[in-house]
């Protein structure tokens, strides 16, 4: 059974950098399509960013150009670097799997995903 947990979170200030990790657990991550999502107090959870695990990713339209996300398989981790902070990007991060070998997309819809991390809080204040 993979289980996944986020680390990572802290408080930075608008404009600076902060690097997430998901480690996991109990199974490879090579044969599972990888995402983020975050939620905001009062908002709905909204995708980030995912990797299909044949390599192919995508970006939601508010973070592209600043968020990066990458895996290590033989770590077991998925990471997502995220730059050029803001405000709005206050939100607990999860991280968050669905078996699917071989797949070179992936989506940012949440209920196509359905092992979860318990969440890493980031605040982005001066």
């Known amino acids: 059974q993979l289980q996944l947990v986020e680390s990572g979170g802290a408080l930075v200030q608008p404009g600076g950098s902060l690097r997430l990790s998901c480690a996991a657990s109990g199974r490879t991550l090579q044969y599972y399509n990888l995402a983020w999502f975050r939620q905001a107090p009062g908002k709905e959870r909204e995708g980030v960013s995912c990797l299909g695990s044949y390599g192919g990713s995508a970006y939601s339209d508010s973070v592209k150009g600043r968020f990066r996300v990458s895996r290590d398989i033989d770590k077991g981790t998925l990471t997502l670097q995220m730059n050029s902070l803001k405000p709005e990007d206050t939100a607990v991060y999860y991280c968050?799997?669905?078996?699917?070998?071989?797949?070179?997309?992936?989506?940012?819809?949440?209920?196509?995903?359905?092992?979860w991390g318990q969440g890493t809080q980031v605040t982005v204040s001066s």
């Open positions: 968050a799997a669905n078996w699917n070998p071989g797949s070179p997309r992936c989506t940012l819809f949440p209920p196509r995903y359905d092992v």
